[in-house]
Antibody, heavy 119, light 107 residues
Framework: QVQLVQSGAEVKKPGASVKVSCEAS????????IHWVRQAPGQGLEWMGW????????NLVQKFQDRVALTRDTSINAAYMELHRLKYDDSAVYYC????????????WGQGTLVTVSS | DIQLTQSPSTLSASVGDTVTITCRAS??????LAWYQQKPGRAPKLLIS???NLESGVPSRFSGSGSGTEFTLTISSLQPDDFATYYC?????????FGQGSKLEIK
């Protein structure tokens, strides 16, 4: 069965970087897009952008374009989201989610990774 | 950017009731709209794609309708498991966005 399993919770200081992994099983990573969605405590869902694991192409919301890097390792069927220059308001649960390549609804989600930015 | 506005933000209902949540888009998204259910501490779950396509395994008491700028999610004969937060999401272009969420509470 399809699963997306994310890495564990992180606590980082302001200005640091965090890298979240999303390991796919039950399907081939390159056959679907991976999206990243975050949710601040008590808030709604915020779409950050998508990653095409086949080509390595990305499309990020403007506010993240200079701070987020999306990558993959096809040998282990995993995708990664790295967020640089962390700010306090980056504290959130970060989700990876899968979509078909041409229509971006999310049929499978990772369990979420809590990132806490604290001094 | 396409903005999605859900109403109501919170609603209270009883088991057995029928409820409707509305999602309005700032510009047409065609039928490229999905609905998700999220419970506390859990990832969202896809209920409906392309405005009205019920995902496999989702109970038939959930239904979606609409096109263009106005969409609805209807849950008939509410069950205890349905009390959660619901989000709409548009995927009309290379960009996606979510509504702010509608929390369904037990009356």
């Amino acid at each position: 069965q399809v699963q997306l399993v994310q890495s564990g919770a992180e606590v980082k200081k302001p200005g640091a970087s965090v890298k979240v992994s999303c390991e796919a099983s039950g399907y081939t990573l390159t056959d679907y897009y991976i999206h990243w969605v975050r949710q601040a405590p008590g808030q709604g869902l915020e779409w950050m952008g998508w990653f095409n694991p086949h080509s390595g192409g990305t499309n990020l919301v403007q506010k993240f374009q200079d701070r987020v890097a999306l990558t993959r390792d096809t040998s282990i069927n995993a995708a990664y989201m790295e967020l640089h220059r962390l700010k306090y308001d980056d504290s959130a649960v970060y989700y990876c989610a899968r979509s078909p390549t041409v229509v971006y609804y999310f049929d499978y989600w990772g369990q979420g990774t809590l990132v806490t930015v604290s001094s | 950017d396409i903005q999605l506005t859900q109403s109501p933000s919170t609603l209270s209902a009883s088991v057995g009731d029928t409820v409707t949540i509305t999602c309005r888009a700032s510009q047409s998204v065609g039928s490229w709209l999905a609905w998700y259910q999220q419970k506390p501490g859990r990832a969202p779950k896809l209920l409906i794609s392309k405005a009205s396509n019920l995902e496999s395994g989702v109970p038939s008491r959930f239904s979606g309708s609409g096109s263009g700028t106005e969409f609805t999610l209807t849950i008939s004969s509410l069950q205890p498991d349905d009390f959660a937060t619901y989000y709409c999401q548009q995927y009309n272009s290379y960009w996606c966005s979510f509504g702010q969420g509608s929390k369904l509470e037990i009356k």
